[in-house]
């Protein structure tokens, strides 16, 4: 599970940032995405954000 929620965190990044693109691609495929951040953790210059997602609503595994 450690290397999938990995690799969808490196997904989103590069489909945000790098290719502008998340936007489109979310609406399209996830309408009702919702992102709650529950805990922000700072380390100097490293920043973790602990987010829960919900890509459907009533939907268990909301992992993005």
Do not use: C, I, W
């Not at 995405?33 to 529950?38: G, N």
């Amino acid at each position: 599970m450690s290397e999938r929620n990995k690799q969808a965190v490196l997904d989103f990044y590069e489909a945000g940032l790098n290719q502008k693109d998340l936007h489109a691609t979310l609406r399209q495929d996830f309408p009702d995405l919702k992102a709650e951040v529950e805990r922000v953790f700072a380390d100097g210059d490293h920043v973790v954000a602990h987010v829960h997602g919900v890509r459907v609503p009533g939907q268990s595994n909301g992992m993005f």
